[in-house]
């Protein structure tokens, strides 16, 4: 009894998921009328036009076929009234013609745009995203899905909608003039494409599941296409003779890709052949019924024509709705991606104030401890430090010891797990957003190169101010950066980069001139950071440009990443990290005297140049 009531629940749970499935249709009718409402009605009436004409030729011709038995009849006396249906007949056809033409138009107009309108979303929707959701793997995954099919799906289940309305007019009017001869006509008809149709809706699915689990096989691929191919990667695949290997292992994933599409599309077409033979047979059938029925007299040699036409077209318009259902299926299964990437919850930014209790306390992190998602160990802990306005501070440690982690709940790109960070006396939690982030300047070591104008590589570091010239000279100029774009080919207005014509490329010193210019575009910036942006300068350049940005930012905090003690000792104070705790703290001096690892660091250093 148990195995027998399973069977109908099995049935009863797939019934629900596949009709489940159809809930982004509406959405998708939705995202089409909203880009273009225009283009959405007129696809509407030529679907009308287009399902209704169909069976007024199917009519027509038999009233042709009709028309010249009866003037033969008559000795072909009088062919007047066959040349006027064959002339109504021509301009039914010409006007199908012309709404299939319109749909197409239609179609390529509405493509273009919707595509850019998901695209814009899936961009748009990127931008709300937290720093730790793009380096989480399994939402790249779904981001790459999103981008990858979902912004063509939106407007093919339109169309495979509009399609199932234009099939499911033309069905109805057949149906009526086949009752006529019989009502089993109409059930035979609509009968003879099920089994083609389960099948098709069956292999979607799968085929939707082979989708989503290569998700990062695929982006494999788009990486190794992008090292083997790109200018910034060729020196070293070249050098280290890497480009064989990285090419195999592109071939090989396609040929695990191709392997696994080979055999559901040979068990597709298999499958769909063999039942598809059904709808053949029923056809064929049906043609035997209807013209032994005319051989018997029950019916005129004109309606004989039109029954097999209507036969022949409504069949044709099954298996049409049915794909389209199928592919209204498919569709559905790929948008489901889409909105789950665009679903995806963000963190809300609570706060909403512009101002601090006591501008004269500077940045406190008060017992900071944070753990990255995914992760086991802290990458900092417990970590408590008070940096003044007006101060410089030097963060010292091995990589992984978390001086960048530091920098980034400084900048809220991520949340302390526990403790909090304060600035002017408020927490970061409670500042606005953009106010906070105007406050603070920040360059990474492994700052953006960006491929557009210099002086627009200047400019963003202030976006308010990303056209603005005047600015660019002057952050250029704090920067150390004027003297080498003056002589660039068109100066400020010098394009960078190898992937447009002209571009320039610069030296690495160069680039990280640029980039610590950016950090000058930032008028209100009040804490400036240096995370080890100046590692391709030598010792002796960085400690120049070190102590040019400190005077420049007198009244400011600065903090300053760095490995290279000749710049660290010039910090006001300088906390030492180890595995996220911090160690030491003090001056230059009070760290050479207490002995400590800071001492042992420095002379590690100081004995290399020696």
């Known amino acids: 009894m148990h195995g027998m009531s399973g069977a109908p629940r099995d049935s009863a749970n797939s019934l629900r998921a596949f009709v489940g499935v159809f809930r982004y249709s509406r959405r998708a009718l939705e995202l089409v009328w909203t880009t273009s409402r225009p283009l959405t009605v007129a696809l509407g009436?030529?679907?009308?036009?287009?399902?209704?004409?169909?069976?007024?030729?199917?009519?027509?011709?038999?009233?042709?076929?009709?028309?010249?038995?009866?003037?033969?009849?008559?000795?072909?006396?009088?062919?007047?009234?066959?040349i006027e249906f064959v002339v109504l007949e021509g301009l039914l056809v010409a006007a199908i013609a012309a709404a299939q033409r319109g749909l197409s138009l239609n179609q390529s107009l509405l493509r273009a745009q919707l595509g850019q309108r998901v695209n814009v979303m899936i961009l748009d929707k990127a931008l709300t995203l937290d720093l730790e959701q793009f380096e989480d793997s399994e939402f790249y995954d779904k981001l790459t899905r999103a981008r990858r099919e979902a912004s063509s799906r939106p407007l093919s289940l339109v169309m495979r909608t509009f399609g199932l309305v234009q099939n499911g007019v033309s069905l109805i009017s057949f149906a009526v003039l086949l009752a006529r001869f019989s009502p089993w006509a109409v059930v035979v008809l609509l009968a003879a494409g099920l089994p083609a149709f389960i099948a098709e809706t069956k292999f979607s699915g799968d085929a939707f599941r082979l989708f989503r689990w290569r998700a990062p096989e695929t982006r494999m691929q788009m990486y190794l296409e992008t090292v083997i191919a790109r200018e910034d990667y060729a020196k070293e695949v070249k050098l280290f003779g890497l480009g064989p290997r990285l090419l195999d292992r592109y071939r090989a994933i396609f040929q695990k890709l191709y392997a696994e599409d080979r055999a559901l599309t040979i068990r597709r077409d298999v499958w769909g052949f063999a039942l598809g033979l059904i709808g053949t047979l029923a056809l064929y059938s049906a043609y035997a019924w209807i013209a032994l029925t005319?051989?018997?007299?029950?019916?005129?040699?004109?309606?004989?024509?039109?029954?097999?036409?209507?036969?022949?077209?409504?069949?044709?318009?099954?298996?049409?709705?049915?794909?389209?259902?199928?592919?209204?299926?498919?569709?559905?299964?790929?948008?489901?991606?889409l909105y789950e990437y665009l679903e995806t919850p963000v963190g809300t930014e609570r706060g909403d104030l512009q101002i601090g209790p006591d501008p004269t306390d500077g940045i406190r992190f008060e017992n900071v401890s944070f753990i990255y998602p995914g992760a086991t160990r802290p990458a900092l802990e417990n970590v408590t430090l008070h940096i003044r306005p007006g101060t410089s501070i030097a963060l010292v440690g091995e990589n992984g010891s978390g001086k960048t982690t530091l920098i980034k709940l400084l900048t809220r790109l991520y949340k302390p797990t526990s403790g909090r960070v304060l600035l002017d006396g408020l927490d970061l939690e409670q500042w606005d957003s953009d106010v906070l982030r105007q406050r603070v300047g920040v360059i990474f070591q492994d700052f953006a190169r960006y491929q557009l104008l210099v002086g627009e590589n200047v400019g963003a570091g202030d976006e308010p101010n990303f056209d603005d010239e005047t600015r660019w000279r002057e952050a250029a100029a704090k920067g150390q950066a004027d003297r080498f774009i003056e002589d660039l080919p068109a100066g400020y207005r010098t394009q960078l980069g190898k992937w447009f014509k002209d571009g320039r490329e610069l030296s690495g010193g160069q680039w990280q001139k640029i980039a610590l210019s950016r950090a000058f575009m930032r008028l209100r910036a009040d804490v400036l950071v240096l995370d080890e942006p100046t590692a391709a300068m030598d010792a002796q350049a960085e400690a120049d440009v070190f102590e040019h940005f400190r005077q420049l930012a007198q009244d400011r905090i600065t903090i300053l990443i760095s490995h290279r003690f000749s710049t660290v000792r010039m910090a006001d104070q300088i906390a030492v990290l180890d595995e996220g705790r911090i160690v030491e703290h003090g001056t230059h001096a009070?760290?050479?005297?207490?002995?400590?690892?800071?001492?042992?660091?420095?002379?590690?250093?100081?004995?290399?140049?020696?």
């Open 45 to 82: 009436i030529l679907t009308l036009v287009a399902g209704t004409l169909p069976a007024a030729v199917a009519w027509v011709g038999a009233q042709i076929v009709d028309a010249v038995v009866g003037a033969m009849q008559a000795g072909g006396i009088d062919g007047t009234r066959v």
């Open 590 to 610: 009070e760290l050479l005297a207490n002995s400590g690892r800071y001492a042992t660091l420095f002379e590690l250093q100081a004995r290399g140049y020696r």
């Open 294 to 337: 005319a051989v018997a007299g029950a019916i005129t040699l004109g309606a004989m024509t039109m029954y097999l036409m209507l036969f022949r077209q409504g069949q044709s318009a099954v298996s049409a709705s049915l794909a389209a259902v199928g592919g209204m299926y498919e569709d559905n299964l790929y948008l489901s991606t």
